[in-house]
């Protein structure tokens, strides 16, 4: 429900009318304004949404919103969103010495993350955010691994608040999973209620990895705001069904030397869908049973009584516990040892390189111009998929194997989505390819900004903007925290003079300040906690600071892309089609034990 009040003052002549239609209200006011008698309104708007509340009930609350900020006052109102906004930006604030545009763009897109997830009490952040009707409103992945690290780091009572709204759908995704043939949980790809809302299974449902992602976010969230006990609840549940679905989807193949084996999936990349052990998939599956083996083992330990009633209600045992950690112990990795290559699927070398020489550029996005079948017969990759494994889950992952991850796959990848930017951005600039990371920087916090999608009007791409986040600290800042310690690497462009940022890590705000020659750690708020400068361990305590020489990386050769021409034109202000065209539901288009503390 929505509640509208309008105080117009001044003028001659006034004339205030307000008119009520099915799906529209609307307030007209007529003056006579002059240059020495100017008209003034002021304008109070107040939202509620319920599902479970009815119209009359929603109507009396906003009634009483209004009432409440008529009495408060315009001046009042004012002055406490001034102050939400100033703490908001003391530790989400960034600062770019020496690229004013960069300083902008950044800006832009991390205020749009804040203003999209503010008050989403209850609820998840589109994908659009709150500025635009495109997906219907409907959320999706993105928010898990795009928005959900930012928000962990820097205000992390709202990624809380989106914790328990996963929390929410686990019934809905309890009965996904039944329709799908399985127990457990499934989360859906496409939703708002928690019910799936896509029709086509290849690109949608086939997306098992939202299980995992659904996790992967979970466990930041704990690491980075210290709330253990979201792991009693209601984080273990979560993991009891989605740990349960997944060794029910795979088996132990005889075949693959008794390896698990997740068939008929598909990853992030969804020009290649419905294959045999995408990388991704089995990876972000192996860090959900695992994570799950640690979270049962802590909950036996420090709060039995609630692992008690966990398992009295779903029906956990001793050997499930251990069935997951043989599951994840034998996840089967695709691996090509002639090109010493971990491969996106089994299959992924099989089929034909795309003709990327011979498609014109007015050809992108390739969904919309070629069948979905003549796509997934080729190696083409719409967003990072590998390359998004390695930056998640990089600590699984050997430093050679990441670049060699990077080199194959990067130039097959066309940017399609603007889902894969950031994380190659990311990986770029831990590679030494710092100028394919800043290509890769401007081209995620342009994508609105110069419209890149030709699909604006639709709403802005909240995750791209969450993305900006990711490339400044975890790209260019190096930020790490796989064991839920802070790592930091910082690798500045060579057009900027320094980067500064803040992160809140349980109950500590740690300011970053880098430059080409020297890094220094700054604990503004909190008790103390040991941040880590490369390879050095350096302890802060209350309102200390330590300085240290930044090695930097070695910077190597820009890695050329057979889509280098397309993006160019997108960040040069060119508009390209729809990356997807928000289209409806009915019209888609195509290791040891994980602690989670």
């Given at each position: ?36 008698s100017p008209v003034r309104m002021r304008k109070f708007v107040a939202y509620h949404s319920s599902g479970r509340t009815g119209a009359e009930e929603l ?34 604030d960034m600062e770019i010495g020496g690229c004013d545009e960069a300083q902008a763009m950044v800006r832009y897109n991390l205020f749009q993350v804040f ?483």
């Amino acid at each position: 429900a929505c509640g509208v009040h309008h105080i117009v003052q001044d003028g001659s002549g006034l004339e205030v009318a307000t008119t009520a239609e099915p799906g529209r209200c609307r307030t007209v006011a007529i003056a006579d304004a002059r240059p020495e008698s100017p008209v003034r309104m002021r304008k109070f708007v107040a939202y509620h949404s319920s599902g479970r509340t009815g119209a009359e009930e929603l109507g009396f609350r906003v009634d009483q919103t209004l009432d409440r900020a008529l009495h408060v006052g315009i001046e009042e109102l004012g002055c406490l969103q001034e102050e939400r906004v100033r703490r908001w930006w003391d530790i989400g604030d960034m600062e770019i010495g020496g690229c004013d545009e960069a300083q902008a763009m950044v800006r832009y897109n991390l205020f749009q993350v804040f203003q999209n997830t503010a008050r989403a009490d209850g609820h998840g952040f589109p994908a659009k955010g709150l500025t635009g009707t495109g997906y219907e409103g409907q959320y999706f992945w993105d928010a898990d691994i795009y928005v959900m690290p930012m928000l962990s780091c820097t205000v992390p009572q709202v990624a809380r608040n989106f914790v328990d709204f996963r929390a929410g759908m686990l019934e809905p995704a309890r009965r996904r999973a039944d329709e799908v043939g399985h127990p457990g949980a499934l989360y859906p790809w496409r939703t708002i209620s928690g019910e799936e809302a896509s029709t086509y299974y290849a690109a949608g449902t086939a997306q098992y990895h939202i299980n995992a992602d659904v996790v992967w976010a979970m466990r930041k969230y704990v690491q980075a705001s210290g709330d253990v006990d979201a792991i009693a609840d209601p984080c273990f549940e979560i993991l009891v069904e989605t740990s349960r679905f997944w060794v029910d989807l795979g088996f132990f193949s005889e075949r693959m030397g008794g390896e698990f084996v997740i068939n008929g999936v598909t990853g992030p990349d969804e020009y290649t869908t419905v294959v045999d052990n995408n990388l991704y998939t089995n990876l972000m599956a192996r860090e959900n049973l695992l994570t799950a083996v640690g979270a049962a083992e802590w909950m036996r330990t420090n709060r039995p009584s609630e692992y008690a009633a966990v398992a009295l209600r779903t029906g956990l045992t001793d050997d499930e516990v251990d069935l997951w950690r043989r599951a994840g112990e034998a996840m089967h990795l695709p691996w090509d040892e002639r090109e010493q290559l971990h491969l996106q699927d089994d299959g992924f070398l099989n089929r034909e390189r795309w003709d990327f020489e011979g498609t014109p550029s007015d050809k992108y996005p390739l969904l919309l111009h070629f069948h979905p079948l003549e796509i997934y017969r080729h190696q083409v990759i719409k967003q990072a998929d590998v390359v998004a494994a390695t930056f998640l889950l990089g600590n699984r992952v050997t430093p050679e194997e990441k670049r060699r991850i990077f080199e194959y796959y990067d130039p097959l990848t066309t940017g399609d989505s603007s889902l894969s930017a950031p994380v190659q951005s990311v990986m770029a600039t831990e590679l030494g390819l710092t100028q394919n990371g800043v290509e890769y920087f401007v081209e995620s916090a342009l994508v609105d900004l110069l419209d890149l999608s030709h699909n604006v009007a639709d709403g802005i791409h909240l995750a791209a903007a969450g993305g900006v986040w990711m490339a400044m600290v975890n790209g260019f800042g190096g930020f790490r925290d796989h064991d839920a310690q802070l790592h930091f690497s910082p690798a500045i462009p060579s057009g900027w003079d320094h980067l500064r940022f803040r992160i809140q890590y349980r109950g500590n705000v740690v300011q970053v300040r880098a430059s080409h020659d020297q890094v220094t750690y700054s604990l503004i708020e909190g008790p103390g906690c040991v941040v880590h400068h490369w390879d050095e361990p350096l302890e802060l305590g209350p309102g200390a600071a330590a300085t240290r020489r930044n090695p930097g990386r070695e910077e190597l050769p820009r890695l050329p892309r057979h889509t280098d021409g397309v993006r160019s034109q997108r960040t040069n202000g060119d508009r390209a089609a729809p990356e997807r065209a928000a289209p409806a539901s009915s019209t888609e288009l195509p290791a040891p034990t994980v602690p989670f503390v």
